[in-house]
Structure formats: C-alpha cells, structure tokens
C-alpha cells in the first residue's frame, strides 16, 4: 500500500516535467516527421501526403549533398581538433592548479564558450580577412604568401572549423578539469613510484580513466558541430562589400528551404535526416567507448 | 454600504475605466511599416510626419531590417497573424505568392482608382501591383541598375568615355586595374558580384546576361516559363566573369566590392541601383564619379506598398499612409535624400535630377533602351538561391575560363535544376 502511494506520488511529481518535456521536445520532433511527409508549402493552404518524395528529391538535390558533406566535415573537423586539444590543455592546466594562475588560464580558456557568437564570428572574419586580417599579415611575415581565407572553398571550411573549435574548447576543457580531478591519485602516485614518466602517466592512466569524460565531450561537440550554422552565416555576410563565401551547412540549407522557399515540408525531411545522422552518430560513439570501458 | 452595493460600485469603476482605455485605443490608431531597407526609414519617419496635421492620433512605427530577414519576417508575419496592421513593403514578383493565397487583401477602391487612374503610373507598374486586373499593391519604387564609374580612374587610364558594350567592360576593366609590383590587382577594374548569400548573385547575372540577349526565365507563349541561360548569351556572359577572374586578372574574389569599395576608391567601376547615389552622398560626398545607363538594357524591380488587412479603422490608416507616401512632396523628398527611383510618373523631379546630374542615367533612357523584371511566379526566388548557389561554384573554378564546353556544360547543369524547380510548380513550358 505504501509502495503504491510512494509510486503516485513520484508520478504526480515528475508529471509537469514530462508533460512539459513533451510539449517542447517531443512534439516538435513528432510534427517535423509529420511534415516532412507533406508537401507542405507555409503559404499555401492546400498540404498534401506526399509520402517519402520529399527524401526522394533531398537525394537529387545537389545543394543539400553539399550541405550535407560540409557539414559532416566540419562537425568531425571540429570533433578531432577539439577533443585531443582540450585533453591536453585540461592536463597542462590540472598539472599546474598549485600555479596562482590557474584561475586565469581556467576562465582564458571558458572565455570564448560563453562569448556571443555573432561578435565572435565578427572578430574570426576580421582574422580571416585576406586583405586587412591579421592572419595574412603575420604569414606575410614570415614570407608565406596570404591566402583568401573566406573565399577558398576548402580554406573557407578549414575556417568554419577554426571558429566552431575555438568555441567549444572551453566546455570540453572545462568538463575534462573536473574529470581530472576526479581520477584516483593512488594509481598516479603508484606509477610514479613504478617509474612512469607523466607522458607515459597521461597516456596509459588518464587517457583511458576519461574515457566516459570523452564519450560526453564527443557527442555534445559532434551534435553542436552537425548544428552548425551562425558561424557559416556570419562569416559570409556582410551589407556591402565582399562578403564571404557562403559555406553551405545542412542548418542553413533548412532555413533556405523553409523560410525564403517556404518549402517547410522540405525542410523538415531535412531535419529528420539530419536527426538521424546524429541519433546514429551517437549510438555508434557509445557502443565503441561503453565496449572499451567494460573491457 | 450594503455588500452589494460594494460590488456593483467596483464593477462600475472598472467599466469606467475599461470604456475609457477603449475610447482611448479606438481614438490612438498604430501602425507599423515593415521595411526591407533599411535607409528607407528616415523616409517613411518623414511620410508620417507629414500625415500628422490630418492625422494627429496616428502612430506609426517603422521596422527595416536586412532584405532576407525581412522576407522571412513577412512569410512567418502573414501566415501566423497577430501582427497589428502593416503597412508591407515587397517586390511585386515576391508579393504574387501571398497574393495567390489570399493573404494580402485588394486595395480599396479609392486606392485601386489612384493607382489605375490619372496617369499616375505606368503600365508596367500596375501590372506589377495587380494580378488578374485586381489591384493589391500601391506602387512606390524600383530598383534600376546603371554603371557607376569613378571620373579620376577613368581619367587617369585615358578613357574619356563610360563603356557602350560588355566587350567595352572588360577592356575599360583591363585598363583600369591598379596593381601591385607583383601584378596582383590592388584597385579592381570592375567591381562584380562573385559571393554572398541569397539571390544577389543570380540577380547580378541577370543583368549582365541580359546585356548579352539572354534571360534567367524566358515565358512562351502559353504563358509558361523556362531557363534561359544554357545559350550563347549564357556562355558569354558567364565567360565574361570567369576572363575578368582568371585570365585578366581584374578583379579577385576577395577584394573589397560593391559600393563600399566604390566609395573607398578601391574599384573603379561597377552596376548598381540609384541608392547608391544616396549612399555617395552620405558617406563620399568628395567622389568624383558619373553613371552611364547599360549597354541594352536594366532590370527594374518595382517595391510595392501592401496592407495586411482588408478593413478596419487600421486598414484605413495603412492605405492612407500608402497614399501619401505617393505624394509628389515625399516622393521627390525620396529621390532627393534616399536615392531610390520613385515609380509615379506625373511628378516633377527635375528639382534633384538637374541637381544630381548622375541621377540622369537612370531617367533618361536611350532609344530602345529595355526593361525586364524578375516574374511573378512562386518559385522565382528558388530558382534564382539555387541558381546564385551554383554561379558561385563557377566564380571559384578557374579550369572554366575560356572553356566554352566546360561553361556549356555547367550551364545545362543549372538550367536542369532551374527546369525542375519550374516542373515541380506546374510551370514548365513543355
């Protein structure tokens, strides 16, 4: 009897939650595979069953397959930079927390996490520009002729991947520090007296200790790298002038289709795909680093 | 004081005071201008002012936000309601699809009478603000390009006269390229549209397309369309780019562009709309610059004022904001300050023409001089995203250079996307 009241009573508590969850999580999700089956325009009043034709044309449609590899390249892109460099500063740092500027090091490292990310995209186009950037003028310096960083169509991916890193190293760094401070001294204080150098220390007991830490890490920066977007806009824009190029990402390509083509329809078969690449994603990254930890 | 009594007094005084914020409301009518440019708000700032001695309780705020943003603001506005009254500024050709799903109301009859009669405008701009002989829009302005060429340059380079053909463009853009002692082009000859999101690109295309006896879109004569650009005139035009990119070498994609650069002395010529005399004038007051009109001829995009709603005291008050927006007074204020070409005829503008000579390439046409518009068809900013997506790439392939297969071949490409585009809307001409 007390078992059940015990039962009601956590239900009725975690009710609005889910009632909540489900109203801004789950419905969007359900109405975006509703309409990716519609043909459904945002204007017209008349929105048809069309079934899978909406992924049928997604698959012809060559601006989304670029958007598509674009975007699988910068979000692995920003994956491989982010995770082995955050490892590494999130070592350096926890090694020197005894230094009075570990404080500093700590919120230098956060500072662009948290920095809004049109003015930050702002300052990279500046960096990257090829006439007036800083960039160009520090390779001019050391006789390496500049290059049109915004312009190129590999450079200017190479850019987008630049910036997304840049941001998302402080969160990785910072998720690393409190895994670091969560190993167990005695097998760091055992090795040292066995004889292992810190290299040796860092990459045969830290490394393999933060393996849950980089499951985390990897799939929030590989979702966040797949959602790309404002970087890829802001750095094309401008009013005047010589924009960028624009590099098509699968988020923009979404908008394109819903908001200037108003194509919603189409741009939900889009998000479905785009959700399922992740959802895969995901489950692969924790099938391969869950199998590795219970070895 | 019986309970009663007590609770009727307090419903009484809420009345009151629930009549008056009523009567206080229906006397103070808001409305609000979406616009899509925003230099355009110190006009309308000045349109209103103008509506306050015959309309004192009139409030009127104006929005203007980048042309994208606001288009995307219009899709969502409309269709989700709940916006006020609006007084809309849109391309006619952009206005057709909202107009085909009843979300934009016909003009009243006074207003249609304005529009239609009294030689106010010309065909072509009634056209533009009607669909099926039904008036939906009040005409305001368009965007009509000419060349803009800096005078010192020209001078300096010896050319005394602004280009008569596109073959005179790339020659005047080889003579008038400033380089380095490397070579590299510092000053670009020929400032052209090579990158950017949107449809600008393929708009830019367009015009110089055109120049050359070609067309994005061309309509048979049952009144479907096709792409028009997989042609000679196509190749040409798309080589012009590609020879002034890789070949000459007067202009790169990452050299300042547009009318910034132009102001900055970092072009020395490039095609624009009149704004951009607005624009000098502001921001380069000391330029030395004239403007030429095109080879054959210019796009004119005309920008209609719309109203969201059918009737209502706020509709009223829209229209009337329209209206006098169209007064001769605030168009020649418009033309004078602002820059853009207002599109009533029977107003006398001589006023700033005389004294801004390089507004004359834009009013006074040569013989045969043609006009073309982007059409009013659903898909046409579709087409023309798509087709700016793919002339990017082209910019940014020097093996396209002077490779009239290669430039065929992509050519057929994107006039097969464009196709589709039109067959999936029931457009294709068969």
Excluded at chain 1, 62 to 80: D, E, H, P, R
Excluded at chain 2, 37 to 62: G, Q
Aim: with cysteine.
């Amino acid at each position: 009897m007390l078992r059940t009241k015990k039962w009601r009573f956590a239900i009725l508590a975690i009710l609005p939650t889910l009632a909540i969850f489900a109203w801004v999580r789950m419905f969007p999700i359900w109405e975006t595979l509703r309409l990716s089956l519609h043909r459904w325009d945002i204007l017209s009043r008349d929105k048809p069953f069309i079934g899978l034709e909406n992924f049928r044309e997604l698959f012809q449609d060559q601006l989304f397959l670029n958007a598509l590899v674009n975007t699988t390249i910068i979000a692995f892109g920003v994956l491989f930079v982010t995770i082995p460099a955050a490892l590494v500063i999130a070592a350096l740092i926890y090694h020197r927390t005894r230094s009075r500027f570990a404080g500093f090091y700590e919120t230098t490292v956060f500072i662009p996490h948290i920095v809004s990310l049109v003015p930050a995209a702002m300052a990279w186009k500046w960096i990257f520009d090829a006439n007036l950037g800083p960039l160009n003028a520090v390779l001019e310096f050391f006789g390496i002729p500049g290059q049109a960083w915004l312009f190129d169509p590999v450079l200017s991916v190479i850019c987008i991947i630049i910036l997304c890193s840049w941001q998302a190293l402080g969160y990785a760094v910072l998720i690393y520090l409190v895994g670091f401070k969560n190993l167990p001294h005695t097998l760091f204080e055992a090795a040292k007296l066995d004889g292992a150098s810190g290299i040796q220390r860092f990459f045969f007991i830290s490394v393999p200790l933060l393996r849950p830490i980089t499951l985390y890490v990897s799939v929030v920066t590989l979702i966040s790298g797949f959602n790309v977007y404002a970087q890829a806009f802001v750095l094309a824009s401008d009013s005047q002038g010589a924009p960028g190029r624009l590099v098509r990402v699968l988020v923009l390509d979404m908008l394109e289709n819903a908001f200037r083509n108003y194509r919603v329809g189409y741009a939900a078969s889009e998000a479905v795909i785009l959700l399922c690449i992740v959802l895969v994603l995901t489950l692969v990254q924790f099938g391969l680093l869950r199998e590795k930890w219970n070895r | 004081m019986g309970r009663h009594t007590k609770t009727s007094m307090t419903l009484s005084a809420a009345l009151l005071v629930g009549t008056a914020i009523g009567a206080n409301s229906a006397a103070a009518e808001t409305i609000t201008v979406w616009s899509g440019f925003p230099e355009m708000v110190p006009f309308y700032e000045h349109v209103a002012a103008s509506m306050a001695d015959d309309h004192p309780d009139l409030e009127v705020n104006v929005e203007a936000i980048a042309l994208r943003e606001h288009e995307r603001r219009i899709a969502l506005g409309l269709t989700g309601g709940g916006q006020g009254t609006l007084v809309i500024e849109l391309a006619g050709s952009t206005a057709q699809r909202y107009i085909e799903n009843e979300l934009l109301p016909a003009v009243p009859d006074d207003v249609a009478s304005f529009v239609t009669g009294d030689g106010n405008f010309s065909e072509f701009f009634i056209n533009t603000a009607s669909d099926g002989g039904t008036v939906y829009g009040v005409p305001l302005f368009r965007g009509q390009g000419a060349l803009f060429y800096n005078t010192d340059m020209f001078e300096a380079a010896g050319l005394s006269e602004p280009p008569a053909t596109m073959a005179d463009y790339t020659t005047y853009a080889e003579q008038l390229t400033e380089r380095d002692a490397d070579g590299n082009p510092i000053v670009s000859g020929w400032s052209l549209r090579l990158s950017g999101g949107g449809q600008g690109i393929a708009e830019k295309f367009w015009i110089n397309l055109f120049q050359f006896g070609g067309s994005v879109l061309e309509q048979t004569d049952d009144g479907t369309w096709q792409a028009g650009y997989a042609n000679e005139a196509g190749r040409n035009a798309l080589n012009q780019y590609l020879v002034n990119l890789y070949t000459l070498d007067t202009v790169t994609p990452e050299m300042p562009a547009d009318a910034e650069a132009f102001q900055r002395g970092q072009t020395a010529m490039f095609i624009r709309e009149s704004w951009v005399i607005g624009d000098i004038a502001a921001r380069a007051p000391d330029l030395n610059y004239a403007t030429a009109p095109l080879p054959v001829g210019s796009i004119a995009l005309p920008v209609n004022l719309y109203v969201n709603e059918a009737d209502g005291d706020g509709a009223d008050a829209a229209w009337a904001f329209a209206m006098a927006a169209n007064e001769p007074e605030n168009l020649v204020w418009l033309l004078e300050n602002v820059g853009w070409l207002p599109n009533r005829i029977n107003v006398d503008y001589s006023s700033v023409t005389e004294a801004v000579p390089q507004f004359s390439a834009f009013v006074d046409n040569p013989a045969g001089f043609e006009f073309f518009t982007l059409p009013a068809i659903g898909p046409i900013e579709e087409v023309l995203t798509r087709l700016a997506a793919q002339l990017e790439q082209a910019f940014a392939d020097p093996s396209l250079a002077d490779d009239p297969d290669a430039i065929d071949a992509f050519l057929a490409a994107a006039a097969e996307e464009t196709n589709r585009i039109l067959e999936r809307e029931g457009l294709l001409a068969q």
